[in-house]
């Protein structure tokens, strides 16, 4: 049976969670994916590339949504408060992986990577891709609530190209700053990030770890149905380009031992890999979490502590491409263009 065709608009193409998400509809094999690639109303054309295939990235105009199946907002939130009642009115799908569409009436948080679809969001045209961090934690809740999952307490690591290309090129040059005595560039993080880590930024920065934090447990929260706060959470800025990592310490009612433990995370069509020694290096291109298991001594059997590593962008994109797909299954009269 041939896949099915979908008409799919990247806006903010020209980012890196942009550049991530097209080569990943490119990849995919349960649709083939037309892609329009597209930038602010004011911005150059440019080319680059998705998967093997050279395409070019157009600025915004009234008629770019004109029969597109769904809408991806992938760059400035700004933009996705600008255009995305234009992409509605078109009649396309929305799916926002800024996060600023969270704040409108009937707008879910969705994973499908982490969970099903509740029934309650089935009627939905514009979802809010869940943040990564808030996939990797949900993903071990949800397949620990069977055990008498007690609570949850995590450390996780922010990368800078969580801040996109700014945050990335801020911290590449204040590492050439440093190693060359010159002063550093902080016009995003007004703090030093390279070689270091921090646990907030300075008080002109461009974001705000609090709010990524708070945004993080609402998330996690909306995807594991934690009416109890079983998940605590702290964050930090780490001095890499790519990638979450985080210490989870996880304590249960259950006694169980590693293996055991595991085989019910990693189990069958996880999203989590089992690996010996995950590192944001290994995870790196890849759209699944990586984790491994300890006991922690203390509690042997009840307490354990998992390190986990992912690619921010990768994994991203995978859950934007699988909330469209759930999306589109979920709404069979919609038409395909």
């Known amino acids: 049976m041939a896949a099915k065709r979908v008409r799919g608009a990247i806006v903010g193409a020209s980012t890196l969670l942009g550049k991530e998400l097209a080569d990943e509809l490119s990849a995919a ?10 930038d602010a109303p ?84 514009v979802a809010v891709s869940a943040h990564p961090a808030a996939i990797m934690l949900a993903l071990i809740s949800n397949k620990l609530r069977a055990t008498g999952l007690e609570r949850i307490a995590a450390t996780v690591l922010q990368p800078a190209s969580e801040l996109g290309n700014a945050g990335v090129e801020e911290v590449h040059q204040q590492t050439v700053g440093l190693l060359s005595f010159q002063p550093l560039q902080k016009e995003i993080y007004d ?31 909306l995807l594991t149905n934690d009416a109890d706060d079983s998940v605590t959470l702290q964050l930090l800025q780490a001095p890499v380009f790519h990638g979450y990592t985080a210490s989870v310490f996880v304590e249960l009612s259950q006694e169980l031992d590693e293996q055991a433990l595991t085989r019910i995370l990693v189990g069958q ?21 990586l984790l491994r298991v300890t006991t922690a001594e203390a509690k042997k059997g009840s307490a354990f502590w998992l390190w986990m590593a992912a690619d921010n962008l990768r994994l ?11 999306l589109l299954r979920l709404k069979p009269k919609r038409t395909v263009q």
């Open 269 to 289: 069509h996880s999203q989590l890999l089992e690996e010996e020694f995950p590192s944001n290096e290994l995870a790196a291109g890849k759209g699944e979490v």
């Open 42 to 125: 004011d911005a150059e054309l440019k080319i680059t590339a998705a998967g093997d295939e050279a395409m070019v990235i157009q600025p915004i105009a009234a008629d770019s949504f004109a029969g597109v199946d769904v809408v991806f907002f992938a760059g400035e939130g700004a933009a996705a408060l600008q255009f995305w009642k234009a992409a509605q009115a078109a009649g396309a799908a929305i799916i926002d992986l800024t996060g600023a569409l969270e704040a409108q009436p009937d707008v879910p948080v969705l994973s499908p990577l982490a969970g099903e679809v509740p029934t309650t969001h089935f009627a939905t045209t």
């Open 29 to 38: 094999t349960e649709s083939v994916w037309d892609i329009t690639l597209l």
């Open 316 to 326: 991203s994109a995978r859950n934007a491409a699988a909330c469209a797909t759930d």
């Open 191 to 221: 703090a030093q990030v390279a070689f270091n880590l921090v646990a907030s930024f300075g008080a002109s920065s461009k974001a705000n770890l609090q709010t990524t934090r708070d945004k993080i447990l609402r998330h996690t929260k």
